[in-house]
């Protein structure tokens, strides 16, 4: 299958951008993509594509913007129930005592997932995935953590590996028993961050061993910050699930700064998450190592808060940058990465061409897999998306609806219907 | 056919709602709606309605909000052309001098509309009317004003009469030659407006009764601001429609405070639209006359201002309060009115409560239509929404994303299909 855009083919090519190399998009005008099975096997000028693959069928994408799908690097994409009342709660001026006394906040859902069976569990996700992937999202990161006991954690693991394999979308999947301190060990957080160090990381390693052999480990990742794991603690679990193999991610400086992201940096993390309140010293730590500094420009959004990610200090700064949902019931019910451009241009200066690097290769990168996903280059997974838009600087520009047409992933094309269908 | 709903049917009944009272939804828990042709016959418990209506087929929405269909009292719906690159210059920090030295702003629309034909025009509005219905709203009030010329904004009206007939979505259609200064009077716009008041509101007024001779006169508009229409000339223009018999809105405050709000409560017209920069006397003046107070929340936003409608000030000094998206190509392209009301949420800090009656019952009202659409009752046109949520909160709290399930408009239903389907 070959597919041509008349206007313009964003590669994305060369690898992750740092600094102010981000927003590198590699377009090419009448450009073409020649897949075959789940893969790009050409990617260049239509003319010589055609030349070369006399007999391809085309998919015609003329006056549409191709483009590599987007890979969402942070979301907590499986929870039960939902916490709408506690937003009018919030939005009527509600203090926050007052939300947790009326069984509001992370806890909540907790207890909600914590009785959920897995059937539960998968059917009330799966529409959360597909809305991602009809958005656009071909690689999600997804993240247990609203167990914090074992058994529940093993339960998402187990939901978040059968949702992987009946859905289209890859997942990326990561352990996060360490969310929050888990309410049995409320006035003892040591005790449940030993919990986890001493008995659910190596549970969790076993039990990937047996139920996903041909899978590498998941990603563990902590909530480095006041009133979940200190700096201390944080250290303790990811030294411990480096010792077992995982590979790292952190949530740091959401609300205050820690020195989470100085951590992961020193751990060789693949990302460091939220890095609201991150001090320059922190940013100079991310800027010299490999670690991606993940902004989640819809978390002070949906808290109706004014401050984000300095994202222009860490690019200017020669940072790893990257974009995510963070979608989670609690602050952030968005499943588009598409808005997350919008928002990303809006609160912190982002181009939309740096913002679409963000939320492709870069993004790719902090789930360690920009070597097969992220761009449109030969030899990559044939990721991508066919948007009805004639300039790619429509994303970013509008906002609120959905620009997809066709979603290609492993080669397989979806078509996305953003209007409707008479009925009766 | 008869509507069921096991979780909440939100009616909207008893009109338009003012000050503290906004926000009162009518709710009905395992309620129903029957419809006969294009009307609603009755509304109530659907053990009550099953009983009287016992051949009717049913339509099951159960585990769905059912309510009414959104009515957008504020759009630029049909433009030529986009302003994509606009929007990246000022992303990147380029001051507004610079992008209006790269033919930037509202003239570089009105130059694309000025050359585009009738059916190109049509074209590309096609599409965002469309968006708007898949998105929930039934009726749309759509401006001319890109035109800035007889003939354009004759081709204009024209374009939104084809638009409205080929469309399920109903239209309230607004004459806004009063949008800017036409560039031909640029050193004159004193010029202009004569213009306006000897030539162009009496050519549309025998132009509609001619084309839409059962329609009654569209809406009569202007931007009464700095560098548009002063306060004098804004009520030149509307004292002159007022005379022909149009009925008025006004764009008045989205930058600086010239009194328009005033004016269109003196002059009765049905809103005043954008009120950011609105004064104390100017909320008291909407507060004691019929004059909807309609906010747009996406302007600021697609700007990336900090400054929204005083919305908490004009719902306690007891105006009537609505919202609307302002769809247009400059500032804010965005046709879904479920983003208004997360936005609103959390910008202006109104209950998810407060944003769905500013969005249909006193939405409706800024168009004149509160007596046949806006709230499900008995006799109202059968416009209504079922949506893919358990709890009407979910409007509000969940954002970026489109969680209409389905549409009815005059009785007809329309599905909206938010996922994807695989096509090879």
């Not at 656009?136 to 058994?151: N, P």
């Not at 790292?248 to 820690?258: G, Q, R, S, W």
């Not at 990302?271 to 940013?283: C, F, G, M, P, R």
């Not at 990257?322 to 609690?330: E, F, K, R, S, W």
């Amino acid at each position: 299958m070959l597919i041509h855009s008349s206007t313009q083919l964003l590669t994305l090519k060369g690898g992750p951008q740092r600094g102010r190399a981000l927003g590198t998009l590699g377009i090419i005008e009448n450009g073409a993509v020649v897949m075959r099975d789940e893969k790009i096997v050409a990617v260049g000028p239509t003319d010589e594509l055609r030349a070369s693959y006399k007999d391809e069928p085309t998919l015609d994408a003329s006056g549409c913007v191709v483009m590599p799908g987007f890979v969402d690097p942070h979301t907590h994409l499986i929870w039960a129930g939902d916490r709408a009342g506690e937003f009018e709660m919030k939005m009527a001026g509600r203090p926050y005592l007052d939300i947790l006394a009326a069984g509001g906040g992370i806890i909540s859902t907790v207890r909600q997932t914590r009785t959920a069976s897995i059937e539960s569990l998968i059917a009330q996700t799966r529409p959360r995935l597909l809305r991602m992937f009809a958005h656009g999202t071909t690689t999600a990161e997804a993240k247990t953590g609203y167990g914090l006991q074992t058994a529940t954690e093993l339960r998402l693991l187990k939901a978040l590996l059968a949702l992987a394999d009946e859905s289209p979308v890859d997942l990326a999947i990561t352990f996060l028993g360490a969310h929050a301190i888990a309410p049995e060990y409320k006035n003892n957080p040591q005790g449940y961050t030993d919990l986890i160090c001493e008995t659910m990381l190596p549970t969790v390693q076993q039990w990937w061993q047996t139920h996903a052999p041909r899978l590498p480990l998941p990603f563990v990742d902590v909530f480095c910050e006041n009133k979940a794991f200190t700096l201390e603690q944080s250290r303790q679990v990811l030294t411990k699930a480096a010792s077992l193999g995982f590979p790292l991610k952190i949530h740091a400086d959401e609300f205050d700064n820690l020195g989470g992201a100085a951590l992961a940096a020193e751990l060789g993390a693949a990302s460091a998450d939220h890095l609201v309140k991150t001090s320059d010293a922190d940013i100079a730590a991310l800027a010299k190592s490999d670690t991606v500094a993940v902004s989640l420009p819809c978390t002070p959004f949906g808290l109706a808060e004014k401050e984000y990610t300095p994202a222009r200090k860490l690019i200017e700064a020669d940072a790893l940058f990257a974009l995510a949902t963070d979608c989670n019931p609690g602050t952030a019910w968005n499943e588009s990465m598409q808005f997350v451009i919008a928002l990303a241009c809006r609160t912190m200066g982002l181009t939309p061409a740096q913002a679409i690097a963000a939320t492709t290769i870069n993004s790719a990168h902090a789930v360690r897999r920009s070597d097969t996903i992220g761009s449109l280059e030969e030899g990559k997974q044939a990721d991508l998306l066919i948007l009805n838009v004639p300039d790619y600087r429509h994303l970013g520009y509008r906002f609120g609806t959905n620009l997809v047409r066709q979603v290609v992933k492993r080669g397989r094309i979806y078509s996305v219907d953003v209007g409707y269908y008479r009925t009766a």
